[in-house]
């Protein structure tokens, strides 16, 4: 094989479609590389997504590959989930971790692993092992199960091991932590300043008791820790005392190293997307995502081959990398398996798996606060809501708050709307409020609502009105600390479709919600 070829099985590529591009076939054929990641735009409907990573595995089989290549996809579940229509909507972290219960973790994992196997992706960029203790991080919130050290250790390695029981490889993210940033890797460089005392207490907990229960995969944080590398501003992924003396030797890893996307600009406006390929080699990664853009794809390849060729980076490593990377594929995957994947199964997406998880989501959703007045058969109800905001660039922009109304109406006949553009809140407050005496009850969602003004001055002037208002946190909870005169004050943890139904039903007395917080309000 050539030295091309070698340090192709290092890259993941991205492309843009529901049907194989032209530059991911060439990547395969003539740099055979490692794999693909799939995001929204390539999901098309089940049996479409199926096609694809049938043609990609085709493909890698007429190109020579030994084992089958890596489909990877980022199906954290609530906010951040890939899958489209026709597939089970999970709960995503928070809301697990609300629900207090390792075994809901276990069978969300589980059933997101089935589902990501039926449709021929073999990887999970899952789960989440970020510990949620900074209010104000903007890139992990609900991606992360909560606040306390030890419960998103348990909570992370039930999930993991859910997954792989599945058949279905996973990833611990975001090494060595981004819990505690209040910047977002995708737009600038975090710093997280706490001493190796600190970090071995808490950040690391989870990813330590994971690794012992079995990683197969751990996912590295464009993130500077002062405390573990000397050369300043340099993030996690290109330190070689991150990856290699404290992951590898300290830590005792010895499964597979993944970058995050090396487009974000905490690394493309630093060293170049490019350069941080190579790097992130250099430190001891076994794997480079490059998402976007093909020219960058390839010239990272050439460029990390330069550097073995120049003895900057040895073979020998490379070779290494290669083995840790094939042996994880063929512990969950083969070509017969392969193969023998023809249709989409019939449990994707069935009655069943819903109703397994909305047992869930009834056991995660919150009552924070406000024993109050139910809505009343014969109440005129007003929902207020802002159109959705993404709240962080992982974010997949499929997913809508207006899917509230809908499943309001489902439970109760008298509903009035307004959607408000979050941009137009200042004009549009006055309006709504003057309406407020043509309904009975009120019910306004709230999106990040600590972060917006014009949200909490809305909120607690409809709350002045006099009217029983039930105020629905549909992101962060942390908004449930401003309202304590509602009405009831309730946190979603994601607006998903299946947790606007059962918050529809708790408001008209229908279901009861049992989640306790898994994070301390202020």
């Not at 991911?24 to 799939?38: F, N, P, S």
């Not at 919130?141 to 030890?150: A, Q, Y």
């Not at 070689?240 to 090396?262: A, H, K, N, P, W």
């Not at 980076?313 to 969950?332: D, L, N, P, V």
């Amino acid at each position: 094989m050539t030295m091309q070829k070698k340090v192709g099985r290092l890259l993941i590529a991205g492309f843009k479609g529901i049907t194989m591009s032209d530059e991911i076939k060439h990547l395969i054929h003539a740099y055979h590389i490692g794999g693909v990641i799939l995001f929204g735009r390539n999901i098309g409907t089940p049996l479409e997504v199926l096609e694809l990573t049938k043609s990609l595995q085709r493909e890698a089989k007429k190109a020579g590959y030994k084992f089958p290549l890596l489909i990877c996809i980022d199906q954290e579940n609530g906010a951040v989930r890939r899958l489209g229509e026709g597939t089970t909507i999970v709960p995503g972290a928070m809301l697990i971790g609300a629900t207090h219960e390792p075994k809901h973790a276990r069978k969300a994992g589980n059933l997101t692993g089935k589902e990501l196997k039926a449709l021929g992706i073999n990887w999970n960029l899952a789960p989440v092992v970020d510990i949620n203790n900074n209010p104000r991080n903007p890139v992990i919130g609900v991606r992360s199960f909560g606040e306390d050290t030890h419960d998103v250790a348990e909570m992370a390695k039930n999930s993991m091991l859910g997954m792989q029981e599945a058949g279905v490889m996973t990833t611990l993210k975001h090494f060595p932590g981004h819990g505690d940033t209040s910047v977002d890797s995708h737009l600038d460089l975090p710093v997280i300043g706490h001493d190796l005392k600190r970090l071995h207490e808490v950040e690391l907990v989870p990813f330590k008791e994971c690794i012992a229960a079995g990683a197969d995969a751990i996912m590295s944080a464009h993130v500077y820790f002062p405390a573990l590398e000397k050369e300043a501003n340099t993030p996690a992924t290109l330190s070689y005392s991150v990856i290699t003396g404290l992951l590898r030797e300290e830590l005792g890893f010895d499964g597979v190293i993944t970058t995050d996307c090396m487009e974000m600009d905490a690394i493309a406006k630093g060293i170049g997307t490019v350069n941080g390929c190579m790097k992130a080699i250099e430190a001891g990664v076994d794997l480079v995502m490059v998402s976007h853009i093909h020219p960058l794809q390839e010239q990272a390849i050439l460029k990390i081959v330069d550097a073995v060729e120049k003895g900057t980076i040895t073979q020998q490593q490379i070779e290494q990398s290669i083995t840790r990377i094939e042996r994880m594929i063929a512990t969950y995957t083969s070509w017969e398996e392969v193969e023998e994947t023809q249709e989409v199964a019939n449990f994707v997406g069935s009655q069943a798996h819903r109703d397994e998880m909305k047992l869930i989501y009834e056991e995660g959703i919150t009552l924070v606060s406000g024993e109050g007045k139910p809505i009343q058969a014969d109440d005129k109800v007003l929902l207020i809501y802002p159109t959705n905001e993404y709240a962080t660039m992982v974010e997949d922009k499929r997913y809508a708050t207006l899917e509230m109304a809908e499943k309001l109406k489902n439970v109760h006949e008298h509903v009035g709307v307004i959607e408000i553009d979050p941009t137009h809140f200042e004009e549009t407050i006055t309006d709504i409020v003057s309406q407020v005496n043509n309904y009975d009850h009120i019910v306004v969602l709230t999106l990040n609502a600590t972060q917006q003004e014009n949200q909490l001055k809305l909120v607690h002037q409809l709350i002045d009105c006099g009217k029983p208002v039930d105020v629905v946190a549909v992101r962060t909870p942390y908004d449930a600390a401003q309202f304590p005169l509602a009405n009831r004050m309730i946190c979603t943890y994601e607006f998903t479709q299946t947790a606007f139904e059962v918050v529809a039903e708790s408001l008209v007395d229908k279901t009861k919600i049992k989640g306790k917080l898994p994070v301390t309000l202020a």
